[in-house]
């Protein structure tokens, strides 16, 4: 088994046809899939910009969809949702199909197309998704990033989901020089609010007035469910045998 880490998705990317594609964007944009999935959403269908969101929301139908997302943080003009996994309630979100753009997760998964499964991974459903990638012989782990750079928080729950892979696989595994230093990485900080609050984008959260999301984003295995894309659709998959967490 293999597995590459590439911290940001500006980098170049290898041929991802063979392999299976974990996006990872702590902050916010996988926990908040995660969240809305849990909640009853019937899919996200991630957009790489505010313009496509909007004419996908429109040829799907408004009446059962749902627009969510942010710019810079913040909820974008005109859309009905952010990008807070507080705000994916039962409530809100049940039987609706959600249309996401954010500024860094949704173009990731753009990206990735070509693989042959693509999972949304955050600290809430880590255990669930390392499960399901394993079953893969060739993984490949995308941080979003913020703003096309390095981000700890994506980097260092990689490295958690690395580490979940290694320690759990009857096969050997190898690593780029990338995963390897998640690996570190997610050794030397303890998740918890404060170590998300300790990071760039923890911070930018908490100056907008979102600093209750890093207490939800770091719940490790709030959920034991796998988000997966198929045909430019998040949707849940089955739950993974031996995983934990709660599905609601």
Excluded at 15 to 20: A, E, P, Q, V
Excluded at 64 to 88: H, K, Q, V, W
Excluded at 205 to 220: H, N, S, T, V
């Amino acid at each position: 088994m293999r597995i590459d880490v590439h911290f940001e998705p500006a980098a170049p990317l290898p041929d991802l046809t063979g392999s299976t594609v974990v996006v990872i964007d702590v902050l916010r944009a996988t926990s908040s899939m995660v969240e809305a999935l849990v909640n009853g959403a019937q899919g996200v269908y991630p957009a790489p910009s505010t313009e496509e969101a909007i004419k996908l929301a429109s040829s799907l139908g408004r009446e059962d969809t749902i627009l969510c997302g942010e710019a810079r943080g913040l909820m974008i003009e005109g859309f009905d949702l952010g990008n807070s996994p507080r705000e994916f309630s039962e409530e809100r979100v049940a039987g609706k199909r959600l249309v996401m753009s954010t500024t860094n997760g949704t173009r990731a998964f753009s990206l990735v197309e070509d693989a042959v499964r693509v999972l949304a991974c955050s600290f809430m459903n880590l255990s669930a998704a390392a499960a399901v990638a394993m079953e893969a012989d060739s993984i490949v782990v995308l941080c979003a990033g913020m703003g096309g750079l390095f981000s700890l928080d994506d980097a260092v729950c990689a490295g958690a989901l690395v580490q979940r892979i290694r320690s759990t696989a009857e096969v050997d595994v190898e690593l780029n020089d990338a995963a390897m230093g998640a690996v570190e990485m997610a050794l030397t900080f303890r998740i918890n609010a404060d170590f998300l609050a300790s990071t760039s984008t923890g911070q930018h959260l908490i100056e907008i007035g979102l600093r209750e999301d890093l207490k939800i984003c770091a719940e490790i295995d709030r959920h034991s469910v796998v988000p997966e894309m198929d045909d430019r659709v998040i949707q849940l998959r089955s739950r993974p045998a031996g995983s934990s967490g709660s599905e609601s």
